[in-house]
Every structure is written in C-alpha cells, then in structure tokens.
C-alpha cells in the first residue's frame, strides 16, 4: 500500500497549517484569521473569492457554494490567507491567482482551467513571496504557465496536483538575468503531470526537490535544468511516450558571469519507464546538488512502484471530499 503524507490533515479544518512537507513547511495560511465564506460566484463584490483575497487580516477561506468563477483579471491573493476548496466544487477560469509580494499563502482543492491572454498563468508566483503550499489542485489549459515561481519567490511547496493537456507547465525562474532567483528553493512531491508537454519543470538557478512525482507522456522533455540549477529528483516514476529524454540540460549566462552553463539534476531511486532515457551530466566537485536534508529532516516517500503510480492517479488534484470541521478548543 502507498504511503500517503498528510493522512490526517483533514481531521480539523486549520489542520493544514504548518503542515506542508518540504520547503513550504512553514506555510500557516489564515490560520490565526476568521472564517470568511464564499457565497457566490461573481468576479467581484461582498461574498465573492476576490473580496477575500483583497484583505489584509488574515482569513481562512472557505466555499459555500460551488461552481465556476469567471475571473476578467488576475485574482490578487494578499498575505496570511488559506483559499480552502474541501467541500465544494469551484473552477477559476479566464485568468488565475496571482501571490504578489506575499507571505503564508494556502491554496487547497481548486480547480483551474481555461486561462486566456499574454502571460496568463494558473497560479503566478512572483515577486518575492514565500511560505506558499499549493495543494491538492487539478491545473489545465492555460495560455501560459500553470504554476509560475519566479523573480525571488521561495519556500514553496506544491504537492498532490494533477496537470493536463498543457504545454509550458511549470516554470521555476523566468530569465537568466534574473540572478536574485539564486534564493529559490522548491519542493514538489505526489504530483501527476499527465501528458503535459515540458516543463515538469523547468528550473533556472533555484534548488527543486522532487520526490513520488508520477509524469508520463511528455512531448519534449519531463524535466529540464537550466543556468546553475539544482534539482534532486527522488523516488519519482518517469514513464516515456514517443519522446524518450527525460532530463534536459539548456545553456544559459548569468548576467553576473562570464561564462554559460546549464544547471545540475541528481537522479536517486527514479523509476525510468517505456525507453524513458534519463540523460545525466557528470557531477563535479563543488557543483554537486543539494540535499534536501540540509533544509529539511523528513518527508514522506517511497520507492516507484505500480502501487504509487496507481494511487497518484487517483488522489491527486480536485478530491470530493467534505470540508472539516473547526475543533472548538475548551479551556
């Protein structure tokens, strides 16, 4: 039997608080703030997601009702706030969440697709937030990124989400003038990218773990370092379609160096599937790739096997499952 983390982060509703594994870990959300509830569906107004997202207390949101929003622009998300999806069904649609200049960000069992325009993302991270978890979403058919981290974003974490029919999936550090990005660090574990295209992801200078991911079919590449990267991808399944190359290596110049180089990727227990051909560079000397053990004592994994693949198709993205109740504390 697979072994799930978060089994009992469903017990109470803030159980989620602080509970992310990995580099978002510290990521509490709302979880000192009221309850606001979604009472509707409009873009806009009094009971609507985008009210929420707009304050600047810290709240814990949660859907009253569910269905499709329809989103004209991107949708702000201020500090200290969980967007809490368990309960209902709710799909953003047109454009996406945007974590600007924000900090404790929980974003739970959400739908997103259908993104429209020029740099249209999913979910945009960028600039300098940190303490993020993403958790639990299905993500598909945006004109851009579904999940972008970029410009000094950090300590984030995305996990259990299923990406589909997608090209540029998820971008980790947007340009190799963009050397303050050195500071990114991200983990993404129990994910499914199901036949998305590239980018799963594409990393320039942050450090990424990856660990019981399942990515299968990709048109291009599944993984891909670029300029000083590292990405230490543990235990995870890569099960080829046509295009057998897994882990791809571009040439880039920092704008503060000379000299272009690609980034680093250390495969450790990955299950490589149908001709899946993980072509690895040499590691030297100082280079080498982190270990996440430097940032972070434990997480939960296991080795690839048909049990996680089988279960990553299950209980990833969108879950029908109720919305927890709030322990009431007795003094």
Not at 103 to 114: D, K, R, W
Not at 252 to 277: H, M, R, T, V, Y
Request: aromatic fraction near 10%.
């Amino acid at each position: 039997m697979a072994m799930l983390p978060y089994a009992d982060v469903d017990f109470s509703l803030r159980a989620l608080a602080g509970r992310a594994e990995g580099f978002g870990r510290f990521a509490i959300g709302g979880l000192h703030g009221l309850l606001y509830h979604v009472t509707n569906l409009a873009d806009d107004g009094p009971g609507s997601l985008r009210e929420g997202c707009r304050r600047k207390e810290p709240l814990w949101i949660v859907f009253d009702v569910s269905g499709t929003i329809q989103l004209s622009s991107y949708l702000n998300v201020s500090s200290y706030k969980t967007i809490d999806g368990r309960g209902q069904r709710v799909k953003l649609t047109g454009k996406g969440l945007r974590l600007k200049e924000c900090e404790h960000i929980i974003i739970c069992n959400l739908e997103f697709e259908g993104g429209r325009g020029h740099d249209v993302d999913g979910i945009q991270i960028k600039p300098n937030s940190r303490h993020i978890w993403i958790d639990r979403c299905s993500l598909r058919d945006y004109d851009d990124g579904l999940i972008d981290i970029t410009r000094q974003s950090t300590d984030i974490t995305v996990s259990r989400c299923y990406f589909t029919n997608h090209d540029k999936t998820m971008l980790i550090g947007a340009d190799p003038s963009h050397v303050g990005d050195r500071c990114i660090r991200v983990t993404i574990h129990h994910c499914f990218f199901d036949g998305t295209r590239q980018r799963q992801p594409r990393v320039r200078f942050g450090k990424v773990h990856l660990y019981n991911n399942y990515t299968r079919n990709w048109g291009i590449y599944a993984v891909c370092a670029s300029v000083e990267s590292q990405i230490y991808s543990q235990c995870n399944i890569y099960e080829a379609g046509q295009k057998k190359k897994t882990f791809e290596y571009y040439v880039e110049k920092a704008a503060d160096k000379e000299e272009k180089i690609s980034g680093l990727i250390k495969s450790e227990g990955d299950e490589f599937l149908n001709g899946a051909q993980p072509c690895l560079l040499t590691e030297v000397g100082e280079e080498s790739v982190f270990h996440p053990s430097i940032y972070y004592p434990t997480w939960t994994m296991e080795a690839p096997g048909d049990s996680l693949k089988d279960v990553l198709q299950i209980c990833t993205g969108w879950q029908s499952i109720p919305r927890p109740t709030e322990l009431t504390i007795i003094a």
